[in-house]
């Protein structure tokens, strides 16, 4: 959207599938014959199959508020949805830029324009208390809503959008629950998106909470029939409930997985953890598993503990903070989840351990042996390692 890749560079080539053998056909599927296995392509052409795969995917949801039609309300999901919205900010210049919701998909969009662009006057409303509500805790998202007002954007927590304005056609500002007016000559509408479905209903397969029901080897309730990636029902890892997670690096696993169960495997799928990390430009931010919030409505008890590192032996010059926080189960003592808030881009990658960890069911003794490589140039002293830091904490509060 900055300009900084192509298009062309984030998409696969079709070349990358003929020339592994995979025959591609761009058309729309408007039906599937289940009984004699059969697609029914909107040409009338028929394919037969023995095993089908849908990876509808999902769409951005657009808030049904009165003036979401307007010229100038964009949302972001694709490439041709980047492709719109350079051509409006090339062709129209705005300069007033509204971005509804605080996700991390706003945030890293808001902060890059800034960035390219100084002069843009850029506000976030976002209904809930704070940004990133659903990664971080709010003391970790206070000191993300910090660093974002110290580069210039303004936010706005606990705000509502209720009308989009317009003038011949084009936006002219938002107005919001509170009656205040906010001048805007483009709104980005980022508050999620809806798994693709409309396909896998019409030909009667069973529906779960959040898209396509299916099995732990992504089976549908056709056994001929998979599902994979933001169209099917995910369910969580720790909590085993339903959840809308959708994210590339589930999606791509499940990819995989589709292939393995294809081939003969028998590999389930573990459940989402929804990990991700965001860039914002000298501020990175990375979560895993369930924050204190999530944790407590889902029944557990959560303990955490919080530990400031950096990203360096501290004898070593530019060393620069970062923060973990981890959150235990006080009843099981198992890890739930992790947060990270770092300067340094390097250390946000621990997160994977945190899932890592998560995933192998360790509790809050396990992590406090827990033995990282140290290296004085890219990591602190081992002395210092936050991770068996903030189980040593956690421990401390959860024997008291």
Known sequence: MAGLVTGESIVNPDTKLTDAGVNTI????????????????SNGEELPYDKLVLGTGSEPIMLPVPGNDLNGVFMLRSLRHVE???????????????????????????????????????????????????MLDHELAD?????????????KMNARLTEILGRDGNVSGVKLDSGEIIDADMVFMNVGAAPNVQL????????GQFGIKVNEF???SDPNIMAAGDCADNRHFIT????????????????????????????PFPGILNSCACSLIDLNVAATGLNQQQARDEGFEPVSAMVDSRSKHGMIPDVTPWT?????????????????????????????????????????????????????DCSSEPSLEPIAIAAEQALQKLKN
Not at 26 to 41: A, H, P, S, Y
Not at 109 to 120: C, E, F, G, M, S
Not at 143 to 155: A, D, F, I, S, T
């Open 84 to 134: 719109a919205i350079r051509q409006f900010l090339s062709e129209r210049k705005p300069v007033k830029l509204v971005f509804v919701g605080a996700g991390f998909v706003s945030l890293e969009i808001a902060v890059l324009l800034k960035r390219v662009a100084p002069d843009y006057e850029i506000t976030i409303i976002e209904l809930l208390d704070y940004p990133l509500f659903n």
């Open 324 to 376: 973990l926080k981890l959150i235990f189960d006080k009843k099981s003592e198992k890890l739930l989840g992790g947060q990270i808030v770092s300067t340094d881009i390097s250390p946000v990658k621990e997160i994977d351990t945190i899932s890592a960890l998560i995933l192998g069911g360790k509790t809050v003794e396990d992590l406090t042996v827990f033995m990282a490589a140290g290296n004085p």
């Open 218 to 220: 992504l089976e549908t």
């Open 26 to 41: 761009i058309d729309r599927v408007t039906d599937v014959d289940r009984t004699n296995r059969k697609l029914i392509l």
């Open 143 to 155: 000191r993300v809503g910090k660093h974002l007002e110290g580069r210039g954007l303004k936010l």
């Open 200 to 207: 896998a209903k019409e030909i009667g397969l069973e529906m």
């Open 240 to 267: 085993g409930k339903p959840n809308p997670g959708a994210l590339r690096g589930p999606a791509v696993i499940m990819g995989r997985l589709v292939a393995k169960r294809l081939a003969g495997h028998e590999i």
